[in-house]
Structure formats: structure tokens, C-alpha cells
């Protein structure tokens, strides 16, 4: 769920801060200009895990503040596809059922991949999984709030960098009813799919079997 990625950027360090330690500085703008932002094809930051390596250190005319190129690893949450991961449901709509772990909320379970067969309850705005037994079909609601267990099957990053003013003009016209003029999409979704009732027993058992060892 989490990773070290390497990245390089050059950290700009302001003249009041050259009294503080050097890694502290460049550590502080690092986590200022990436902590909880979404770098696209990468993932969301986290934190700052390390730093590998600091270049040479300039400083530029009209500028009184140092610039230097700086290698480092930063803490990433990127799940891997098909890894199982547990969050809580936060609301339902037709496109599916939308999930947060937390730190992380852009996740849907759309609803070909709900265990089947299942609909949606537009009075109560859920969606419902008719479970079949011997006894006939009952009503398993996916309410707000319960704990849920998924697996990742896809991720889409969208490309939200500010367009020219020719591009907005046209996403304004193509979006109508948005709001503001301009539809606001997020930067980072997992597409899930349900764990279904034969991989939670078998999930089950198998934590099981390593209790028993």
C-alpha cells in the first residue's frame, strides 16, 4: 500500500532559514510542496522518508535564496493491483459504492463489480445485495459507515495541471451544469471490486490454519 519512491527536485531555501540545520530546511519545503498532493502517474504523498543526496547549492542574482538540487525517497500510497485492503464504506450513489481508508477517499466500487446480484435502493440511497439461501433471497444493505473489504483491479490518474484559456473556454461549454463552469475531478481513484463471500471464507479460514500453527 505504501512505497518509497525516488525523486529529485530542487529545493529553494529562504535567507531567514539559513540559521536552521540543512536537512531540517530542505526536509520542511520538501514535505510543504508534496505532502498530501497527488503526483501524477506516482501516487499520493505521504511524508519524506530520506534524504540520498544534496548537490551544490547556488544562489542566483536578484535572489537571495539558495537553490540545490536534492535526491531523495518520499512515502508514497499507491496500492498494487490486486491487493485487498479494508475502509470504510462513506456513501453510495449509482455509479457505485465509495470508499475512504482514512488518508485516502477517491475510491469506487462501481457496480458490475458489487457481489451479485445486486441493485440499488433509491429511497434509502444503497446498494443492496440480495443474498440467495435455501430459505430464499434477503437484503444485505452496504450501509454508511460499516467496514468493507475490497480488492484494487484498476487506477486512473487524471491530468489536473491549470489549461490555457482556450481549453477552459471548452470544458466550460461542454460542462454546463458544473459548478463555477468547470467540473472538478480528482487527481487519483482506485477502482475495487467486492471480495466476494467464497474469498472472505477462504481468507477466514486460512487465518485460521496460521492460528492453529
Excluded at 497527488?38 to 535564496?65: H, N, R, W
Excluded at 498494487?80 to 464504506?89: A, R, S, T, Y
Excluded at 454508511?144 to 470544458?171: H, K, L, N, W, Y
Excluded at 467540473?183 to 471490486?193: F, S
Aim: hydrophobic share 40%; with cysteine; aromatic share 12%.
Amino acid at each position: 500500500m505504501f512505497v518509497a519512491v525516488e525523486m529529485v527536485d530542487t529545493v529553494r531555501i529562504p535567507p531567514w532559514n539559513f540559521q536552521r540545520q540543512f536537512n531540517e530546511a530542505i526536509a520542511e519545503e520538501l514535505n510543504k510542496k508534496l505532502a498530501n498532493k497527488v503526483v501524477y502517474q506516482v501516487g499520493l504523498c505521504i511524508c519524506l522518508y530520506d534524504i540520498t543526496k544534496l548537490e551544490d547549492s547556488y544562489i542566483f542574482p536578484g535572489d537571495g535564496a539558495s537553490h540545490t538540487k536534492v535526491h531523495f525517497r518520499y512515502v508514497v500510497f499507491h496500492p498494487f493491483l490486486d491487493e485487498i485492503l479494508v475502509g470504510k464504506i462513506k456513501y453510495c450513489s449509482q455509479e457505485g459504492v465509495h470508499v475512504s481508508l482514512g488518508l485516502f477517499d477517491d475510491i469506487v466500487i462501481p457496480p458490475e463489480s458489487l457481489q451479485q446480484p445486486a441493485k440499488f435502493d433509491e429511497a434509502e440511497q444503497v446498494w443492496v445485495w440480495e443474498y440467495e439461501t435455501d430459505e430464499g433471497a434477503h437484503d444485505l444493505y452496504m450501509d454508511q459507515g460499516e467496514d468493507i473489504r475490497f480488492r484494487v483491479t484498476d487506477e486512473v490518474f487524471q491530468d489536473t495541471s491549470p489549461t490555457g484559456p482556450s481549453a477552459a473556454a471548452t470544458d466550460t461549454s461542454a460542462a454546463p451544469g458544473a459548478e463555477g463552469g468547470q467540473k472538478k475531478e480528482a487527481p487519483y481513484t482506485l477502482l475495487v471490486r467486492r471480495r466476494s463471500l467464497i474469498e472472505q471464507t477462504y481468507f477466514t479460514l486460512q487465518k485460521i490454519e496460521l492460528l492453529l500453527l
